[in-house]
């Protein structure tokens, strides 16, 4: 979807003076924002594809680049004013149909955050619904570099955002009075958008009677580079980053020592590299000439799980040495089993 939208689109929902637009114009004089989201470009747009009831449900989503003229930027890619952003815009016949689906997302984006290493710390927190609804909800991992005061139900496992809590004292699910008050960062959203947008663009639908109704939509976001920078929050040392293996930029980092044997040793490497390849392993190889100790230590700051190396001791034993970046240890295995033994 488009990063530049069509101010008059913002002008139409009554979000035209919202604090985060930018705002630019063409030279034709026509008025434009940069896109902070795209309610106002999925909504129109979606009129091209739902016409009835049996249309609906339908979906879309992207990945995208989103602007916002942030007040309190900060803290690197944790809050910026550019930013990638996974987007996802749903629409339904009514209400139970959103809310299915609405739990439906909440099951997905927990799966997200488990393959991300946060689940056991990541919790569904209650928040204001502005203008949509009485509450939206963000998940919120605790961390201390978060920048959000959430208090947790220890019954519910679910939160109440600070921004709410004096209008929402106890748990919103079982009425507990004591929760619990921690330091977090949101790592997503999804929000109850009702009919709001689909009103302001006269998007409707026919029942099986003919009958016009406004479609009923919702929205849920979350923000890659946060959510990276969430994951490295939690999982680092004083090395480096430890990524988890699920979002690990490479999953393995391939580094040879040359030694005076410089070409046994590098067509070791070479060929390790490409047999890891044909695997379909990611490998970020390091071939350069530089002495072993910035090697390692270079490994371990980038943190990709698995660090195998080969040297003229290794070879000798027909073997690499493997070290998993979340331990201290470090192991020699053959050369022929070192893809079975890495679990690929």
């Known amino acids: 979807m488009p990063a530049l939208q069509p101010l008059e689109n913002y002008v139409k929902t009554g979000r035209d003076k919202i604090d985060v637009l930018y705002f630019t114009k063409q030279r034709n004089g026509a008025e434009l924002v940069l896109g902070q989201s795209h309610e106002e470009v999925v909504t129109p747009l979606m009129k091209k594809f739902i016409s009835s009831y049996k249309d609906l449900p339908k979906m879309a989503y992207q990945f995208q680049t989103k602007f916002r003229n942030e007040l309190r930027a900060k803290s690197g890619i944790m809050r910026g004013r550019e930013f990638v952003m996974k987007d996802l815009y749903s629409f339904h016949t009514g209400e139970n149909d959103l809310n299915e689906y609405y739990k439906l997302a909440q099951k997905a984006y927990?799966?997200?955050?488990?393959?991300?290493?946060?689940?056991?710390?990541?919790?569904?927190?209650?928040?204001?619904?502005?203008?949509?609804?009485?509450?939206?909800?963000?998940?919120?991992?605790?961390?201390?570099?978060?920048?959000?005061?959430?208090?947790?139900?220890?019954?519910?496992?679910?939160?109440?955002?600070?921004?709410?809590?004096?209008?929402?004292?106890?748990?919103?699910?079982?009425?507990?009075?004591?929760?619990?008050?921690?330091?977090?960062?949101?790592?997503?959203?999804?929000?109850?958008?009702?009919?709001?947008?689909?009103?302001?663009?006269?998007?409707?639908?026919?029942?099986?009677?003919?009958?016009?109704?406004?479609?009923?939509?919702?929205?849920?976001?979350?923000?890659?580079?946060?959510?990276?920078?969430?994951?490295?929050?939690?999982?680092?040392?004083?090395?480096?980053?430890?990524?988890?293996?699920?979002?690990?930029?490479?999953?393995?980092?391939?580094?040879?020592?040359?030694?005076?044997?410089?070409?046994?040793?590098?067509?070791?490497?070479?060929?390790?590299?490409?047999?890891?390849?044909?695997?379909?392993?990611?490998?970020?190889?390091?071939?350069?000439?530089?002495?072993?100790?910035?090697?390692?230590?270079?490994?371990?700051?980038?943190?990709?799980?698995?660090r195998l190396v080969t040297s003229e001791k290794t070879l000798k034993q027909g073997s690499v040495e493997l070290k998993r970046r979340a331990e201290k240890k470090t192991e020699l295995v053959g050369l022929d089993e070192v893809i079975r033994i890495l679990g690929y």
């Open 110 to 306: 927990f799966k997200i955050f488990e393959r991300c290493g946060l689940l056991d710390i990541t919790y569904l927190t209650y928040a204001s619904g502005g203008s949509f609804s009485k509450y939206s909800h963000e998940f919120q991992t605790l961390t201390e570099a978060g920048e959000d005061i959430i208090h947790i139900c220890p019954e519910c496992d679910i939160a109440v955002n600070q921004e709410i809590i004096e209008e929402q004292k106890v748990c919103p699910v079982c009425g507990n009075k004591k929760l619990q008050s921690a330091k977090a960062v949101e790592v997503g959203n999804i929000f109850k958008l009702g009919t709001r947008f689909s009103q302001a663009f006269e998007l409707q639908y026919a029942d099986a009677a003919g009958q016009k109704h406004d479609v009923v939509m919702g929205c849920y976001g979350i923000g890659l580079g946060r959510l990276a920078g969430t994951v490295v929050e939690i999982h680092h040392d004083n090395d480096g980053i430890i990524w988890p293996e699920e979002v690990a930029p490479f999953k393995v980092h391939l580094i040879g020592i040359a030694g005076k044997d410089k070409s046994a040793v590098g067509a070791a490497a070479e060929k390790l590299y490409t047999d890891l390849e044909r695997k379909n392993i990611d490998v970020l190889f390091d071939d350069r000439e530089e002495s072993p100790g910035k090697k390692f230590a270079e490994a371990d700051l980038i943190g990709c799980p698995n």
